[in-house]
């Protein structure tokens, strides 16, 4: 099983700017800002601290997910 970044032509692509009007990010869109093609990196980055994020329990499909601080992804942009 691979956990490679599948960019869809309805994925609009975010900005630097956009990170200021955003609550959380999701682990693909955390990946498509850092230009990280594995998001298993992004799962090593959360869990060493270099990006905030707490888990959450989707609603509807009873799994859990994780909810990036935008923040701390535009710390690691700029």
Do not use: F
């Not at 990946?31 to 609603?59: E, F, H, P, Q």
Request: proline share 1%.
């Amino acid at each position: 099983m691979t956990t490679a970044v599948h960019v869809t032509d309805t994925t609009r692509q975010l900005t630097v700017e956009d990170l200021d009007r955003r609550i959380s990010l999701s682990v693909t869109e955390t990946a498509l800002l850092l230009g990280i093609r594995n998001r298993k990196t992004v799962y090593d980055m959360i869990a060493c601290g270099d990006i905030k994020a707490r888990k959450r329990m989707s609603k509807r499909s009873r799994r859990s997910q994780w909810m990036i601080n935008p923040q701390s992804v535009k710390a690691l942009v700029q």
